[in-house]
């Protein structure tokens, strides 16, 4: 079956430093890849998507990347700020149907 | 601008009452539209998707049921709570490459 893996541990970082999520699926082809935010008691906010010809994509601080040979994505944040302390949600589409596969979320904590 | 709403925000309900939970859209129409769970520590538990007025389809087998009585109005149903019905419930507005949700409502059973 499907599946989406994100690490269940809450990540801590020091601020100004870099966190590094990390996004893992099985037995799916993704046409594009999106990663949302999602602060307690709300709904996710889309912050960014990624096409399966895609490498890499920037926006401001963050950074994706997709290895569709691996079948991962990593979710980088440069320059971290305490504000940036949420859980961060991958999301895989095949672009045909009406369905996107969300993961867990991964926590993060940025410490000032 | 799109806006999604949702009410209630948080709901505390006893085992076997009945359900209602609706989601409205502003800004857009014909839109494609969703239900999902979100239980803690798990990931969004899609329920229910609409690409249409009337047009319902179910994803989990589940005492909950969804209905589209108007264009932009996605409504949440259920006619006996159980205790594995508590949850966080958001729904969703999709466009082509990504989806907008709505506030969430928190839903405990007792």
């Known amino acids: 079956s499907q599946k989406i893996e994100q690490n269940s541990e809450a990540l801590n970082i020091q601020e100004g430093k870099t966190a590094t999520l990390t996004c893992n699926y099985t037995?799916?082809?993704?046409?594009?890849l999106q990663w949302y935010r999602q602060d307690p008691g709300r709904g996710p906010v889309f912050l960014l998507l990624?096409?399966?010809?895609?490498k890499e994509k920037r926006k401001e601080r963050l950074k994706v990347t997709f290895d569709t040979t691996l079948k991962q994505s990593l979710f980088h944040i440069t320059a971290s700020q305490p504000a940036d302390s949420a859980t961060y949600l991958c999301?895989?589409?095949?672009?045909?149907?009406?369905?996107?596969?969300f993961g867990a979320g991964t926590r993060l904590f940025v410490k000032a | 601008s799109q806006t999604i709403h949702q009410w209630p925000a948080t709901l505390v309900q006893p085992v076997g009452s009945p359900l209602s939970l609706e989601c409205t859209v502003e800004?857009?129409?014909?839109?494609?539209l969703y239900w999902y769970r979100q239980a803690a520590g798990r990931g969004l538990q899609l329920l229910f998707y609409?690409?249409?007025?009337?047009?319902i389809s179910s994803e989990v087998p589940q005492n909950l049921s969804a209905s589209r009585p108007q264009d932009r109005q996605f409504i949440l149903s259920s006619k006996k709570l159980l205790l594995s019905d508590s949850g966080f419930y958001l729904c969703?507005?999709?466009?082509?490459?990504?989806?907008?949700f709505g506030p969430g409502t928190r839903l405990l059973v007792l």
């Open positions: 969703a507005w999709r466009t082509e490459e990504t989806q907008y």
């Open positions: 990624i096409r399966e010809n895609e």
């Open positions: 800004g857009t129409s014909n839109p494609n």
């Open positions: 609409s690409v249409g007025i009337g047009q």
């Open positions: 999301a895989l589409d095949n672009g045909g149907g009406f369905k996107t596969i």
């Open positions: 037995n799916y082809s993704p046409a594009y």
